[in-house]
């Protein structure tokens, strides 16, 4: 399957490679726009605080363990290395990961609020 990013065209699958911050543009909206439609996302490093950042990913990677089995057990659980024998865990749309008050604070918090107020 081909996906277009910005201005590549990729198969599906295949590795984006090192991705492009764009933190040097932050006051420039005009130069994050033009990023955005050149490479298909912006990477903004530093949004968020790093603890809060690190609390979501603990509430998903345990929601992954428990709910599929999907985090390699005997492993660090913050490392995130996938258990090939696991269950495939839906995400997306479950509330009771997406409403979890530790992902809430990145999805939802005034960081990016305060960014796309400004980017839009």
């Not at 932050?26 to 912006?42: I, P, S, V």
């Not at 992954?64 to 865990?89: K, S």
């Not at 995400?91 to 107020?117: C, K, Q, S, Y």
Request: proline residues 5%; aromatic residues 6%; glycine residues 10%.
């Amino acid at each position: 399957m081909r996906v277009k990013i910005g201005e590549r065209d990729l198969e599906f699958g295949q590795e984006l490679g090192e991705l492009r911050d764009c933190n040097t543009l932050l006051n420039d909206m005009k130069a994050l726009h033009a990023r955005l439609a050149e490479d298909g996302y912006l990477l903004v490093r530093g949004l968020h605080p790093r603890d809060k950042v690190f609390a979501a990913r603990g509430a998903i990677l345990e929601f992954m363990r428990a709910n599929g089995d999907a985090v390699l057990h005997g492993t660090d659980l913050m490392e995130g290395v996938i258990n090939p024998a696991g269950r495939p865990v839906r995400l997306m749309g479950n509330p009771a990961i997406t409403h979890d008050p530790r992902v809430l604070a990145v999805l939802e918090g005034a960081p990016l609020h305060v960014f796309f107020e400004q980017f839009f």
